[in-house]
């Protein structure tokens, strides 16, 4: 960041110095062109400023929405979890049903078709 912070000052100072050096002549006194060298120079500072400021606050921004999806994916992994433990159990649930129903089935015929004298 202070790295990008220097290169556009030195950027900006190269510019603001091949102007000076190429100016036109003008009716301006030098007090009056420092005074306009000043507020162009303060303004770019502002501008340089303003953009450190806001890549800062990107770089939060981005932090937090990597946390967000890192939890988000976290959910998901835990939710895939649920639903397989729930999936097992159903299944187990089912194969107890189906054997209550196959056992009841297989008394019932043992009951009706065995020991029957014809």
């Known amino acids: 960041m202070k790295d990008l912070k220097k ?3 030195v ?4 510019a603001i110095f091949n ?3 190429i100016a036109q002549p003008s009716n301006l006194t030098d007090r009056e062109l420092l005074i306009q060298l000043y507020s162009k120079v303060d303004s770019i500072e ?8 806001s890549s800062e606050s990107m770089q939060t921004s981005i932090v937090l929405l990597d946390k967000r999806i890192s939890k988000n994916e976290t959910n998901i992994t835990t939710f895939c979890a649920k639903i397989d433990d729930l999936g ?6 089912l194969g107890l049903f189906a054997t209550f129903i196959l056992g009841l089935f297989i008394w019932m015929w043992k009951r009706v078709y065995s ?4």
């Open 46 to 53: 502002k501008s340089v400023n303003k953009i450190a400021d």
């Open 88 to 93: 097992l159990r159903w299944n187990a649930l």
């Open 7 to 9: 290169i556009i000052l």
């Open 19 to 21: 102007l000076t050096v």
């Open 11 to 14: 950027l900006i100072l190269v």
């Open 115 to 118: 020991n029957r004298k014809t």
